[in-house]
């Protein structure tokens, strides 16, 4: 009788522990896409594409901008930029993995882009004077006359998340915009001495703990003497030096969207 009883206390334990088990499982981690804070930001639009994508597609997407979310909702910016510039890298993501095999829909993707990004200029060109804002244009157009590659790019097309604006006109070649070096520092907020060594085209940037040594023409970059890549080679116009701002970001704070069908791109 005694053996029975430990027996059935014996089955009653098993079964027990199986079912806990099942209820651990059942309720561990959510990996509910929803979860994501950046979900609240979409609009319904981009939650519908958003909501399509398949866990792998979302585990790469939250790789690519875990970083920049956390440093974005930071800025304290009004609900709807914040809501158009995360619908923006959204769909920029969508593009660049090609996630969208309808071509239609790939094509009102990018119309969507479009979209929002004018009203990130039309907020942008509110920063500059109409006469700042009338020379620049022109004189980014005369870059555009220059080549093949050389395109014109509004001031209003560098969106800048904050009150900082340019100084000098922006200016794009193969798709990439370029800002002058001296906007480029002041937009990172990163306090360089300047050296040129005009002999070979070297432009150094020293700072309290960093040494960045371009070369004009060229797309390698050293940083403290490692070896980086950048979108496109430095220019010189308008006897300034010029780089692209975006991957200048990139280098100097991580942050930065590039819009090349625009062109333009939005630092933050």
């Not at 199986?18 to 804070?37: A, E, V």
């Not at 510039?85 to 996630?99: K, M, P, Y």
Request: charged share 25%; aromatic share 12%.
């Amino acid at each position: 009788m005694i053996r029975i009883k430990k027996i059935i206390i014996l089955l009653f334990y098993f079964v027990f522990s199986i079912s806990f088990m099942s209820c651990c499982l059942s309720n561990g981690p959510d990996t509910n896409k929803k979860d994501f804070g950046f979900y609240d930001l979409l609009s319904k639009d981009a939650r519908d594409l958003f909501d399509s994508l398949p866990e792998k597609s979302l585990e790469d997407f939250y790789k690519y901008f875990s970083l920049d979310y956390g440093y974005l909702i930071n800025l304290d910016l009004d609900k709807t930029i914040l809501s158009c510039v995360s619908d923006i890298i959204f769909r920029q993501f969508l593009n660049n993995e090609g996630l969208i095999k309808n071509e239609s829909s790939a094509e009102e993707n990018k119309n969507s882009i479009e979209i929002l990004f004018e009203n990130l200029r039309n907020r942008e060109k509110t920063k500059y004077s109409d006469d700042f804002y009338n020379k620049s244009t022109e004189e980014t157009e005369k870059f555009a006359a220059w080549g093949r590659k050389t395109q014109g790019c509004p001031v209003g097309n560098v969106v800048l998340l904050n009150e900082i604006s340019l100084k000098d006109p922006s200016i794009s070649y193969d798709g990439t915009v370029y800002v002058s070096i001296y906007d480029g520092l002041n937009i990172s907020k990163k306090k360089c001495e300047i050296e040129y060594m005009s002999n070979n085209g070297v432009i150094i940037l020293k700072a309290e703990n960093d040494t960045i040594e371009f070369e004009l023409g060229k797309k390698e970059v050293y940083l403290n003497d490692k070896i980086t890549i950048l979108d496109s080679p430095l220019l010189f116009f308008n006897n300034m030096v010029y780089i692209p701002i975006h991957s200048f970001m990139l280098l100097i704070k991580g942050h930065s969207v590039a819009l090349t069908q625009i062109p333009g791109v939005i630092i933050f």
